[in-house]
């Protein structure tokens, strides 16, 4: 556990103290464990490899309140960590909602991040936009809307052991991406008190008002699943365009759960930036 000022964020960690930081974050619906199959061949490369689980997640705290999950806040979690962990800068990777959030730390803390590396994530600024020229995206996206509801979100997806948010996991992924011991793992972290409330959370809290994140000065590498089923590969395109120094690489037959079924080329991908 970590305490950054009043709040404690569980971490797992991989690798040798003295190399380079790279700090792993998850998306919804998972915790730390969404990086098991990452973290020991990113550690196994000389990098000092972590993983919390973020407020309201696994077994970190779970803050009461949807102000409590601000974009702004989230990224000051991130910049609280590395400042525990003793890192003036350090490498970020993110995928869903830890990649919103780690647009983030790139665009209000650029001097902490030496590397930012995206999977499936679009950048905030550029959403509503894509959705206007996209229009298949507003249908991708209708859960979002769903979710402000207060309440019934949580009863639905908590109903019959979650098995709502299960299905979601396996079936919008390839076979066996997810494991017995992974649905297992989350239904527990579901099942804390406030825990499924604090997720949906992240995404009432979107409603809350925000400067834009603006341009990307860090160095980033955008890794996409092309048979993701929640976001369009034009919102890869988008972030990219928002970045001064860009690239994308493309995983063609990976979904959105792409460090799940591509776990060795996801990593050695993150190495070479990293460490390029």
């Known amino acids: 556990m970590i305490s950054i000022g009043a709040l404690n964020l569980h971490i797992e960690e991989a690798g040798p103290t003295d190399g380079p930081l790279v700090i792993l974050l998850h998306g919804f619906p998972e915790t730390s464990r969404a990086w098991r199959k990452v973290m020991q061949p990113l550690a196994d490369k000389g990098l000092r490899v972590v993983a919390p689980d973020l407020r309201g997640y696994g077994k970190s705290d779970v803050p009461a309140g949807r102000d409590a999950y601000a974009l702004d806040t989230l990224a000051a979690d991130i910049v609280g960590l590395a ?109 804390r008190p406030g825990g499924l409330t604090a997720m949906l959370n992240y995404y009432r809290a979107l409603r809350l008002p925000r400067a834009p994140l603006g341009r990307i000065r860090v160095p980033t590498l955008i890794l996409w699943g092309m048979k993701d089923g929640y976001l369009g590969a034009h919102l890869a395109d988008a ?37 390029g």
């Not at 790139?106 to 030496?114: D, K, M, V």
């Not at 759960?257 to 050695?268: C, D, G, L, N, S």
Request: charged share 20%.
């Open 83 to 191: 400042d525990a962990l003793g890192a003036p800068t350090f490498a970020l990777v993110g995928h869903d909602w830890g990649g919103i959030v780690a647009w983030a730390v790139a665009a209000r803390h650029p001097e902490r991040l030496s590397r930012l590396i995206i999977l499936n994530a679009p950048h905030a600024d550029t959403v509503k936009a894509e959705m206007r020229a996209h229009p298949a995206q507003i249908l991708r996206s209708l859960y979002v809307g769903f979710f402000q509801i207060p309440r019934l979100p949580e009863a639905l997806l908590g109903a019959f052991r979650f098995r709502a948010l299960r299905r979601a996991l396996t079936r919008t992924s390839r076979p066996l991406a997810f494991d017995a011991g992974d649905l297992d793992a989350y239904v527990e972290s579901w099942s």
């Open 239 to 275: 972030a990219a365009a928002m970045c001064d120094d860009a690239r994308i690489t493309r995983f063609n037959e990976a979904t959105h759960w792409i460090q799940h079924e591509e776990p060795r080329q996801v990593a050695t991908k993150i190495a070479a930036f990293v460490q």
